[in-house]
């Protein structure tokens, strides 16, 4: 690399810290807002859902630690291609996998697994944490990022499959008529929406007070 | 100098202030409102009673529970909720389940109104969230309708006249009412199946008239919306043939004149420039009869309305009148 590395004062990172910061003050979903899109699709069961966020924590953690390893061999002229490059490989890892392991999930969301190429936040990941840090802290914060994109698509789910069908991973809980409109797609965005208001206003009041008195 | 004092009183402005408020608003929109309640009740009887104010009740509590447990001052006196509650119930059919106008009135309170910010803020019409949410909630209990048969204890289901005139064509409709003139009357009256008050179009029309006459509204939006279902009704609701359609029946049936009298001109969620409430009012129109003739369900004034209120505000601003003087595009 010619360019000159410029030296931030440099923190101790913790990596108990990262993943907070990927589950509560930089949740994929609830704050940043991005790939919304699998959070209304897939969040109609919660199985799905989960799957798909088990998927997406090991594509974020595994890209990461890919990138953070490879970071002083991608040239940043061309590090965007070779940054999808890597993603695609390790969504095509998790794509076969599900493929043989789990038929029946794989045949509803088979089309949003491949889809994670796509995702905003693990590029967004490669291109602001992993490439710039070592292979651990990358690892940290792909797990962090993970499990927070993990942990929103499991409340949506959870939500929307009590509500939408009266049952949890399939099994029947509730026998009254369920909300038919939570398992539509204009029910995953009331979800996603109520839920992020929901999670702020957590953040708001709780969170961030207990961290000023610091 | 002691005497000019007197006359001179110095304040900032506004200098003139009306009279009108939004409570004022409210109540007489409610007023206007009476007219195709009777006539619900009258077609619909006691059961129409019951879903009309349990909805309007359930409206009022929601509004007060909500702003008690946000510590806001409470508004459930300027009629704002009422009125929420009352139009939802009018779009209900009249044999639903009791929880049905509870549940729409929360939908329509909390989670448009509210969470939105309150009065002012919404930028959908409450009621009709309220409703669409049931109808995607529970198709088949809002789309059971009962016959208009009054007080007695057994009414029958059967189909609006816009569900027979989609499925079984304009024929069948007449087969039922007879001739051309008894079809026009009974839509006329509102003797008809359909949701409580908007079967009615001369109690609506009485209501909708006091408001325009009142200036509370302005012909603007109802006329647009009218006009352009009423044309492209004509031109093509025929079965095959263009210029064969019945304007008369499309306007009289289904939610149309209520929507286009009450809900469309909701201050809230339309524009307030004059040219931009006509463009809104032709979306609407266009919107409805795009679902009426082609689209999966037999009525469509509610999701056109829902659809052109996101446009609300930028058709406002599109047509915002511009500074005299002032080059397109230059700022003030």
Redesign the interface.
Known sequence: MSEEVIKLPQEKIRYRDLIINGIVSENTIFKLAISLCPAIAVTNSLRNGFLMGIAVLFVQTMVNITVAAFRRFIHPRIRLPIFMLIISGWVSVTDMTMAAFAREAYKQMGLYIQLIVAFASILARAEMFASKNKIAPSMFDGIGMGLGFLFALTVISFFRELLGRGSLWGLQIVNT?P????I?P??GF?AVG?LM?FFNWIDARYLKRASSHH | MEAIKEKLIVSVSPHVRTEESVSRIMWTVNLALLPATVMAIYFFGIRALYVLSLSVMSAVFFEWAFEKFTKRPVTISDGSAFLTGLLLGMNLPSGVPFYLPVIGSFVAIVITKHLFGGLGYNIFNPALIGRAFLLLTWPRIMTTWLEPSGFTVDAKTTATPLMILKEEGIGRLLELFGDKANLYIHLFTGQRAGSLGETSVIAILIGGLFLLWRGYITWHIPLSFLGTSAVIAWVFGGKGVLFTGDPLIHLMSGGMMIGAFFMATDYVTSPMVRKAQIIFGIGCGFLTMLIRLKGGYPEGVMFAILIMNCFAPLLDRAFKTRVFGARKGQKK
């Open positions: 008529k909300l038919l409109i939570m539509l204009a029910g009331l109520i208001a």
